[in-house]
């Protein structure tokens, strides 16, 4: 027979689901602001007359931004590097957890310090720059003058990331490693046949992560990438803002749409990949943390 709760966890249970139903309509209410804006007529998102649904609905801003090329070009240079930076950072991520899971290795506990102090502090902004520098200067030495190529390679470390699935691979028992050991697998099949398998809760969630990351990265694909073709899609819509932001620009804008509804559309077909791959990853997000943040 199920138990009637008490007074107090009623309230307890009240209270909760209050809270989180506001702190979900605040995480909810700005993309609903964006979407709508960005089909709005032009008088009522420049007078803000928007708070929630759309007036004078059009897709003139949508039609503006389909029918920009530098669009596609972002959205593919995007694409680029989420994608292979995802991929790069993976596997670093891996490799470099696989051996600091495993007691035998050589100075592990000072790797393991290194690690976590590199997260409590930073070298800071010039180092950091400095070391993209020099990872753009050995890829043009070999013919690469790609600039994306150098956001993904100096972009591959995560020491957080590391850690969860360093944990997630101490929590493999050690007995299954050492039955394959004795059927005669190498470190790399033991590797992509016990640790990885046992294991993809927290990888999928440390790709979460990483694709997150990939995909909204705009400080450094700013700095580093001097060709605009090359721009990632949040660096388009920051040049875009900054167009729109000109003075002699908005007071010449004749367009049928307001100038901020692109912005917006831009906005939303920005975030709508990652809605569309979470709830699929959504599954193993809260096991995989579970799993790579606690060691027992």
């Known amino acids: ?51 929630l649904f759309p007036k004078d609905v059009q897709f003139q801003a949508f039609s503006a931004m389909f029918n920009d090329n530098m669009f596609w070009n972002a959205y593919a240079n995007t694409l680029f590097l989420t994608f292979y930076g995802t991929v790069w950072a993976l596997v670093v991520a891996i490799l470099g957890a696989y051996a600091l899971s495993k007691k035998r290795l050589l100075f592990r506990r000072f790797f393991n310090f290194f690690l976590v102090f590199t997260m409590l502090f930073s070298a800071g902004l010039v180092p950091q720059y400095l070391n993209y520098l020099a990872t753009q200067r ?6 690469i003058m790609d600039d994306k190529w150098v956001v993904v390679i100096a972009m591959g470390m995560a020491a957080m990331n590391i850690i969860l699935l360093r944990n997630a691979f101490e929590g493999v028992p050690s007995e299954i490693e050492e039955a394959a ?116």
């Open 138 to 143: 050995a890829f043009e030495s070999v013919g």
């Open 1 to 51: 027979m199920k138990r009637r709760l008490e007074t107090s966890e009623m309230i307890f249970k009240v209270i909760s689901y209050t809270l989180l139903c506001i702190f979900s309509l605040a995480c909810l209410y700005p993309f609903l602001y964006a979407v709508s804006a960005s089909i709005s007529g032009k008088h009522a998102v420049e007078y803000f007359e928007i708070i």
């Open 181 to 296: 050991i004795v059927d005669g697998a190498t470190e790399f099949q033991v590797l992509g046949k016990v640790y990885i398998p046992m294991s993809k809760s927290t990888i999928a969630t440390v790709t979460l992560f990483f694709a997150i990351s990939r995909w909204n990265g705009y400080f450094w694909a700013k700095q580093m990438m001097t060709n605009p073709n090359e721009h990632p899609l949040q660096v388009f819509i920051r040049n875009k803002l900054d167009q729109f932001s000109d003075s002699d620009q908005m007071t010449s804008w004749a367009e049928p749409y307001a100038s901020d509804s692109v912005i917006f559309a831009l906005i939303v077909c920005s975030i709508i990949p990652i809605l569309i791959i979470y709830p699929f990853i959504q599954k193993y997000f809260a096991k995989g943390v579970n799993v790579g943040g606690v060691k027992e």
